[in-house]
T-cell receptor, first 115, second 109 residues
């Protein structure tokens, strides 16, 4: 159990376009979902925390207007990278948790390349 | 501030034992997690400790001392596939995970 999927697994887009990444909890209801970004050889960087039906909480330095997060249901959260630039190229990972001890179950990640 | 420290890199030999340490200073504590992350992949859960002591799960064990703000992950009978980064994360006062930078473990034949 506790499977989290992400789609797409990789995407290449042109600078200036927008990309949407989906994160789904397949066999449990996720009260909270997290979005991370990871650059090569660096640790996970939390971007935002989202709870179903409410606005996401963004970490300091993360532009909320650029990284739009929608947590429409207990099983789906989306991250939209708007007006993507090459510096947005990274590995984006979502995670979801349902109850204590609030273990985070990770999706497989989405590798975004902006050309 | 909140801080989690773990060694950047460690090297060990196939079949041996290795201990990866993690020290933390956080506001609030709701448990400590260890995750394994292979290059290019998402992290996978290894262990969770919220009480002092040792938790054993097959070849992997995790230890916690809350009074010392210290944990370690012990890997026995190392296999080449254990080459990965090992991430220590603490669940803080709001249950949000605070991540260490990870320890890259290199296994040599």
């Amino acid at each position: 159990g506790a499977v989290v999927s992400q789609h797409p697994s990789w995407v290449i887009c042109k600078s200036g376009t927008s990309v949407k990444i989906e994160c789904r909890s397949l066999d449990f209801q996720a009260t909270t979902m997290f979005w991370y970004r990871q650059f090569p050889k660096q640790s996970l960087m939390l971007m935002a925390t989202s709870n179903e039906g409410s606005k996401a909480t963004y970490e300091q330095g993360v532009e909320k207007d650029k990284f739009l997060i929608n947590h429409a249901s207990l099983t789906l959260s989306t991250l939209t990278v708007t007006s993507a630039h090459p510096e947005d190229s990274s590995f984006y990972i979502c995670s979801a948790c349902d109850r204590e001890p609030y273990e985070q179950y990770f999706g497989p990640g989405t590798r975004l390349t902006v050309t | 501030g909140q801080n989690i420290d773990q060694p950047t890199e460690m090297t060990a030999t196939e079949g041996a034992i290795v201990q990866i340490n993690c020290t933390y200073q956080t506001s609030g504590f709701n448990g400590l997690f260890w995750y394994q992350q292979h290059a290019g992949e998402a992290p996978t859960f290894l262990s969770y400790n919220v009480l002092d002591g040792l938790e054993e799960k097959g070849r992997f064990s995790s230890f916690l001392s809350r009074s010392k703000g210290y944990s370690y992950l012990l890997l026995k009978e190392l296999q080449m596939k254990d080459s990965a980064s090992y991430l220590c994360a603490v669940s803080g006062s709001n249950y949000q995970l605070i991540w260490g930078a990870g320890t890259k473990l290199i296994i040599k034949p």
